[in-house]
């Protein structure tokens, strides 16, 4: 029943494909190169920066795998996601969906695609890759990849030692726990390299710098895997619905010091319109900063208009301790609570407010006219 819903799939893409008043020259992937490497790595090349349409669907699966926790119905939607834009991203979901309806040889092939596209953190996809070679009862290539995951950075000892899925690998290999506590045994403290797999995503940002609409389409490929959802509060509060969704994406580092470090992530809670030439435009802005554990020591919205009642605001980061925060009122050619965002130009902007702030020696963010009061 698969095959015969995959094939109906892609036929329903291939007949919207040759819709419309042109003819759509973007590269896509074919249902029977789904697995193939060099198609795959080809279609990803010479695809534009992001496709809308296969976001829109990747956020549609991952709101059916992750949200309503099905799995089996997730499936379908990442593969059309894929079809219309392979990124590491889908194929990583992808596999987990697949290793969860106990599709297991077909889940390794997805985990192979997305470690082809560079699917970061790569410690996750060898740790779920040896998962799934342990349920498929192959002892050696789940040794291989579980102490390859360790070595990468992965740092759950005690899920390690316990995850049902690694059962078959601990039971049937006698030097199973001594070859895990080793490999764990020269990784450091595990608290730190959950945080360290995060914060190393994000590289020092070029300073002086303006956070504003236009700095939306930097964003990139830079997506925020789910699997670090304990540094994003967002991403566990994050809302689905059949248009709107959420992507993260890393921005980078403002200021990094022995005991803290300020970082800059986005949000991004709406998916375009397919065909729309506007992107990621109305992304908003997280300003934070971590201590040396990942605990979170202070964070600001500083750039971006995070619903529509909100102003939009501007960050001007003049150097790694100082930065000012403008809003605006805007005015939108139509109504946005209905009209949403995209394909609605600006009409007029107007500055409510503006306000400058300093980071302060333990990270937190403090208003100038504070700072000034402080020193007195």
Known sequence: MRIASLL?????????????????????????????????????????????????????????????????????????????????????EL???????????????????????????????????????????????????LIAAIEFGYNNMNNAMKDPDLKYFREEDYSAQSQILTAFS???????????????????????????????????????????????????DSKFSRDVGSSFFYVGTVKKVDAFKTLIYAVNDEVSEEGSTEDANHAYYFMASYDNSGKLIDKLLVAGQPNFDAPYRVAT????????????????????????????????????KKASYHITEDGHFAPKTQQLALKR
């Open 8 to 92: 109906a799939l892609s036929a329903l893409l291939a007949s919207c494909g040759n819709a419309g008043k042109k003819t759509d020259q973007t590269a896509k992937l074919s249902l029977a190169m789904l697995y193939n490497a060099d198609s795959a790595k080809w279609v990803a090349a010479n695809s534009p920066e992001k496709n809308n349409a296969a976001e829109k669907e990747f956020l549609k699966a991952i709101d059916e795998f992750r949200n309503k926790k099905n799995a089996a119905g997730s499936i379908d939607k990442f593969t059309k996601s894929i079809l219309l834009q392979p990124q590491a991203k889908t194929y990583y």
């Open 95 to 145: 596999g987990n969906a697949l290793m969860e309806t106990h599709q297991l040889a077909e889940a390794i092939q997805a985990f192979n695609m997305a470690e082809l596209l560079d699917y970061k953190p790569i410690s996750k996809l060898l740790y779920n890759k040896a998962c799934a070679y342990s349920l498929s009862k192959k002892t050696d290539s789940c040794r291989y990849y």
């Open 186 to 236: 020269g990784s450091g403290e595990p608290g730190k390299l959950e945080w360290n797999l995060f914060a190393k995503q994000f590289k020092q940002l070029p300073i002086p710098l303006t956070i504003d609409k236009a700095y939306a389409k930097e964003l990139g490929k830079n997506f925020i895997s789910y699997d670090f959802e304990l540094y994003v509060a967002e991403m566990r």
């Open 317 to 352: 980061i003049a150097s790694n301790t100082d930065f000012e925060l403008t809003d605006y009122k805007v005015e939108y050619e139509k109504d946005p609570a209905k009209e949403g965002f995209i394909n609605n130009p600006e009409k007029s902007r107007t500055e409510i």
